[in-house]
């Protein structure tokens, strides 16, 4: 009885290892997609609705995904520092190096243009990323439950 309780423990940590795994790429996924798009209503705000930078991303506190960041910002701004050191300060956090990468080289000096265009170019770079994320998205889910089936096999085995 104690060695069925025992594989059937090892079969749910199995299967909830895979489901976090699984989980933490999926919320990845999301945040870089929410990410982009600040970053996209921000380049709008400034361009058309001729916002100053400060006012368009505190616009973007209210995001589910990275509306606390852009509070952050928001919260060290008021306190003088500068928005480059802010910003990377804020966003150095990410657990992607690649993510990171792309979102703290944000060139936030120059005129309107080279802003707009520089946080085009970013979100653009982040949506990139994201659709090569999602593409071997299912290739990873299933290498997930593959592993974790045979490490839980393996220990089944050896108890039994």
């Known amino acids: ?36 798009a600040a970053l996209e ?5 400034i361009r058309w609705q001729k916002l100053p930078l400060p006012r ?11 509306g606390d960041k852009f509070g952050q910002i928001c ?3 008021q306190s003088g520092n500068a928005l480059h050191s802010v910003w990377n300060k804020v966003f150095s956090h990410f657990n992607s190096a690649d993510m990171k990468e792309i979102v703290c080289h944000i060139e936030w000096s120059g005129d309107e243009e080279q802003l707009t265009g ?19 998205k299912a290739q990873r889910e299933k290498l997930w439950i593959a592993l974790s089936t045979a490490a839980v096999g393996v220990v089944v085995i050896i108890l039994l």
Do not use: F, H, W
Request: net charge positive.
């Open 56 to 66: 368009a991303i505190a616009l973007q506190k209210d995001r589910p995904l990275c």
């Open 118 to 136: 520089n946080l085009r170019y970013v979100a653009q770079q982040l949506r990139a990323l994201a659709q090569e994320i999602a593409e071997g």
């Open 1 to 36: 009885m104690g060695k069925l309780l025992g594989c059937a423990l090892l079969c749910a940590g199995g299967a909830m290892l895979c489901v976090q795994r699984i989980t933490a790429a999926r919320q990845e996924l999301r945040l870089l997609r929410e990410l982009a």
């Open 41 to 45: 209503s921000i380049e709008m705000l």
């Open 75 to 77: 919260n060290l701004l």
